[in-house]
Nanobody, 117 residues
Framework: QVQLVESGGGLVQPGGSLNLSCAVSGGLSLKYYAMSWFRQAPGTGRELVATVSSTSISSRYADSVKGRFTISRDNTMNMVYLEMNNLKPDDTGVYYC?????????WGQGTQVTVSP
């Protein structure tokens, strides 16, 4: 059974940093999947934050996080990361890791990030 498990969330002050991790298990060969981080703030839909291609050749970011967040992956370790710097209160939400290949998409359960003084 494929599992994506996020970790690294927490409470941080504005301007602070957090590093999120996503561990993938259950037989999924990560090298064939594009990996993304989404987030969902209370009362809103899920928003795409960052995506990295299967071979890390390309990555894309939401305008709101460009220059502050960095997505990366380690296919040999089946891990995906999101480095978040200069965090703002608007970055608050549940952050989800997702794997996509064609019509196959897998989601993690999410990790809470709260940015507050």
């Amino acid at each position: 059974q494929v599992q994506l498990v996020e970790s690294g969330g927490g409470l941080v002050q504005p301007g602070g940093s957090l590093n999120l991790s996503c561990a993938v298990s259950g037989g999924l060969s990560l090298k064939y999947y594009a990996m993304s981080w989404f987030r969902q703030a209370p009362g809103t839909g899920r928003e795409l934050v960052a995506t990295v291609s299967s071979t890390s050749i390309s990555s894309r970011y939401a305008d709101s996080v460009k220059g502050r967040f960095t997505i990366s992956r380690d296919n040999t370790m089946n891990m995906v990361y999101l480095e978040m710097n200069n965090l703002k209160p608007d970055d608050t939400g549940v952050y989800y890791c997702t794997a996509l290949r064609g019509s196959d998409r897998y989601w993690g359960q999410g990790t809470q990030v709260t940015v507050s003084p």
